[in-house]
């Protein structure tokens, strides 16, 4: 998982708080930049496991776009978290085109993965990770907005559990938060970072639907593009558009939302969103 987050963090572009300018870790990675209002461009991509012939998903074209959220689906093992690789670049495809138009960090692209990743440290150095690398002096000014954004994600009680934000803990973060704490630790630090678009790899299988609802609402409220991956049918309802990942290099997209449900054909060609 480290060296997962060191590479997404190799190309991050993120921002100084202090004076609102875009940072760029790797200047390469905006000569890709596109339309501002779209995040990642898929053409005819095709992908699959690094030890497998067998393609996962195949001739996918789609667009995502500002504003317009994202459910995919699937059965386990059928490329969900893989096309996340595809996008990072972790994986290369297997052919087509992929672009993600966006830079990693606070002003454009933030994943949560499937296992959720925690840093060493305070319980501010969790909330504002990974900005402390960069800006190692986190100021108390920051103090009322990470104590909110906790409250809103349901893990105040984190406060008094480690003595406020800045006292060192002689615990393993992972040994002592249950699964439903992390996930909502992680979603204070989306909250506190607040990046156009959040990509939320089963980001609340540990949490009742009640949380997920207080949870999606806030991102959304904080402007936030959601592209979730997930297998619950109760995440519907807070995206528009459904990638359904159906095995053997097969996929359907659907409009979601009660719209004119069109059901693509499998292996559509040239979907936008
Ligand atoms: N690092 C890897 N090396 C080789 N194969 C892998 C690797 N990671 C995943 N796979 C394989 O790729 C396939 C797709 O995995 P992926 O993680 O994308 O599934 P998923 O749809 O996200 O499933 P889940 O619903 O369980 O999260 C699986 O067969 C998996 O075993
Ligand atoms: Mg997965």
Redesign the pocket.
Known sequence: MREVMDDILHTQCDYDPASGESYDFDSDFNIHAGPVDTAFILDHLSYK????DQL?VEELSLKISQGTHLLVV??????????L?VLNRLWEAHSGFVQMTTCFGPRGTLFLP?KPYLTDGTLREQVIYPLKDIYPVSGSVDDDRIIQFLELAGVSSLLKRTGGLDENVDWNWYDVLSPGEMQRLCFARLFYLQPKYAVL??ATSALTEEAEAQLYKTCKQLGMTLIS?G?RSSLEKYHDVQLK?CGGGRWELTQLKGGSSSSSSLNHKDETM
């Open positions: 496991s690094p030890y497998s996962l699937g059965n386990t093992g059928t490329g969900k978290t893989s096309l690789r499937q790899d089963e991956l297998h990942l």
